[in-house]
C-alpha cells in the first residue's frame, strides 16, 4: 500500500512538472493575431492597427475575410487610392510640363498697336499649353477625390469589420464553454468554436 501511494505521488508531481513546462503551456504570444483579432480594428492614416500594434496587408485582409463584402469594399478603397496616387503625379506632371508651354508661346506671340493699346495675338503653342495644363489641373483634381473616397471606403470597412465584432462576438478559433447560468437568463450550457 505504502508503494501505490509513493508512486501515485511520484505520477502525480511528473504529471504536473510536464504540464506546466513550456512546451504545453499554450503560446499567446505566437498566436498574437489570433487573440488580438477579436479587439476592433482602427485606422490611422492609410495604416490598419489593432490597439498600437501595426498590421500588414496581409494581416489585415486575414482579419477581414470573414466576410467577403469586407474584403471587396478594402480592395475597392485601396484600388482608388493607388489611382489617386497615380493621378496625382501624372498631374503634377501633365501641368508643370503645360505651363511653361504657355508662358513660352506667350512670350513668342506676336503683339500690334491697336487704337493707342498694345494687344497680343496668341499662337496657338499658347493656347496648347493652356490645354495642357488644364488637362493636369482636372487629373490633380481627379486624384484629390480619388484619394477621399478610397479613405473613405477604407473607413467603411473599419466601421462594418467592428459592427459585425459587436454583432456576433465572434471568436477566432476558440472554444469556450458557460454553464450554469447562462447570457439569456436560462440554466444550461452554452458552447461557443
Sequence with gaps: MKTFVAISL????????????PEFVPDTLSNGLQQQSRKPL???????????RLLSKSEALELLSISPDLIRSYEKGSSLKKTGTFLLIGG???????IPVAVWGGVTSPTYEFLG???I????????????????????????????????QLRKTVANYNQILKRTDLRNG????????????????????
Design 10 to 21: 511520484f505520477l502525480a508531481c511528473c504529471f504536473s512538472v510536464i504540464a506546466g513546462s
Design 42 to 52: 482602427r485606422m490611422s492614416g492609410s495604416k490598419f492597427y489593432i490597439e498600437d
Design 92 to 98: 503634377i506632371v501633365v501641368m508643370t510640363g503645360g
Design 117 to 119: 493699346t498694345t494687344r
Design 121 to 152: 495675338d496668341y499662337n496657338g503653342l499658347y493656347y496648347a499649353g493652356l490645354a495642357i495644363a488644364s488637362m493636369g489641373e482636372l487629373m490633380i483634381d481627379g486624384a484629390i477625390v480619388c484619394k477621399i473616397v478610397g479613405k473613405s
Design 174 to 193: 476558440e472554444f469556450e464553454y458557460q454553464f450554469g447560468l447562462l447570457d439569456n437568463g436560462m440554466f444550461g450550457l452554452k458552447v461557443t468554436f
